[in-house]
C-alpha cells in the first residue's frame, strides 16, 4: 500500500497509528535506481518505510539549480509503486510537501550546523549546503521518528555528516550508508545527469574511469598511496576537476597513515554541472 501526503499535518496523524518500528529514506526526487535501492533495502527490514520526497532550500546556495532541480512526483510515485509490487502487504507514505513551510515554518529559524565535516571539500565549495542538509534531515527525523535511515554512500561526505549529527545529539536512529548504483558504463546515477548532453555524458566517463584507476594504483596498499598522489597532482591539472583527493573513509582526515579503509573522492565539472563520485578501497 502506498501513501502520499503533502501537509505536515497529515503525516503527524499518520505517524501516530503506526504499530511498527518505521524505516525511512529521505530524497529530494526525480527518482532514478540509486533511490529505489535505498527503498528496497528499508522495504527488506521494515514493514513501514517512509519515503519524502522534498527540494529542500536551504541546501541550495543562491547561484544553484534550486529553481530548476527536477520535480517529477507523478512519474515518483509510479517508480515507488511499481517497486513495492515486490513486497506485498507492506506499506510505504511518501512524504512529498509541496510548500517548504510544512518543513520549515516561517518561524523556524534554526539551523543545524555540525562542526568540521561541515566546511571542508564539498562544504567549502558550497557555503551552507551541509547546515541546510542537516537542518532538513533534524526536521524530518523530528516528524517521523524513524528506527533507521538509508543514505546512499554517492554523497559520502553527506553520509558522514549525517553519522556525525545522529552522534553529537544523541539520536535513536541507525544511519545506514548504501552502495552507488551506477549505468553500466559506471556513471553515477543521479537526477542532475538529465543536465547532460549526449556528448557530455559519454565525456562524464572520464570521472568513473579516474577513479577506477586510482583504486587500481593503490591496490590495498598503502606503500602506493606515493603514486597514487602523484597520479591525482598530475590529473587536477584539469582544471575540470573541483577536487579529486584521498580521506580515511571513518575520519574523512587527510592523514592515512592508520587508514583502514580510504575513500577517493571527485567532483567533475562538466560545463554548469558539477558531477559527484567516490569509490572505497580497503588498505594495509
Ligand atoms: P537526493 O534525492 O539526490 O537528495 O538523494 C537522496 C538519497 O539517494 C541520498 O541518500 C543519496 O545519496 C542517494 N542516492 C542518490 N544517487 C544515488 C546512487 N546513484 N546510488 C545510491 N544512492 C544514491
Known amino acids: 500500500m502506498i501513501k502520499c501526503l503533502k501537509k505536515t499535518s497529515e503525516l503527524l496523524l499518520e505517524r501516530e ?4 518500528p518505521v524505516g525511512f529514506v529521505p530524497t529530494m526526487g526525480n527518482l532514478h535506481q540509486g533511490h529505489i535501492s535505498l527503498l528496497e533495502e528499508a522495504l527488506k527490514e521494515f514493514k513501514v518505510v517512509y519515503f519524502s520526497i522534498f527540494v529542500n532550500p536551504k541546501q541550495f546556495g543562491p547561484t544553484e539549480d534550486f529553481h530548476r532541480y527536477p520535480r517529477t512526483l507523478q ?10 509490487k515486490n513486497f506485498p502487504g507492506l506499506k510505504v507514505v511518501v512524504f512529498a510537501p509541496e510548500n517548504p513551510e510544512e518543513i520549515f515554518p516561517p518561524a523556524h529559524k534554526d539551523v543545524l550546523s555540525v562542526s568540521g565535516l561541515s566546511t571542508v571539500l564539498e562544504g567549502k565549495i558550497r557555503p551552507g549546503h551541509f547546515d541546510g542538509v542537516a537542518t532538513v534531515v533534524y526536521r524530518l527525523f523530528h ?12 554523497d559520502f561526505q553527506q553520509y558522514l555528516v549525517i553519522k556525525q549529527m545522529v552522534k553529537d545529539l544523541s539520536l535513536p536512529i541507525k544511519i545506514q550508508g548504501m552502495p ?3 549505468e553500466a558504463q559506471g556513471l553515477a546515477l543521479s537526477s542532475r545527469n538529465q543536465y547532460l548532453s549526449s556528448e557530455q555524458k559519454s565525456l562524464s566517463l572520464v570521472l568513473f574511469k579516474t577513479l577506477s584507476k586510482i583504486k587500481e594504483i593503490i591496490d590495498h596498499k598503502k606503500i602506493n598511496l606515493p603514486k597514487a598522489k602523484l597520479f591525482i597532482e598530475d590529473t587536477i591539472k584539469d582544471p575540470k576537476w573541483n577536487y579529486l583527493v584521498l580521506r580515511d573513509s571513518e575520519t574523512f582526515q587527510e592523514d592515512l597513515t592508520l587508514s583502514t579503509n580510504i575513500t577517493i573522492l571527485a567532483v ?10 567516490n569509490m572505497q578501497v580497503e588498505v594495509q
Open 75 to 84: 512519474n515518483d510515485l509510479l517508480l515507488i509503486e511499481e517497486s513495492i
Open 268 to 277: 567533475y565539472q562538466m560545463g554548469t554541472t558539477r558531477l559527484l563520485d
Open 17 to 20: 497509528k503506526e504499530i511498527s
Open 180 to 182: 552507488i548504483i551506477r
Open 143 to 154: 516528524l517521523i521518528k524513524p528506527t533507521k535511515a538509508y543514505f546512499g554512500l554517492k
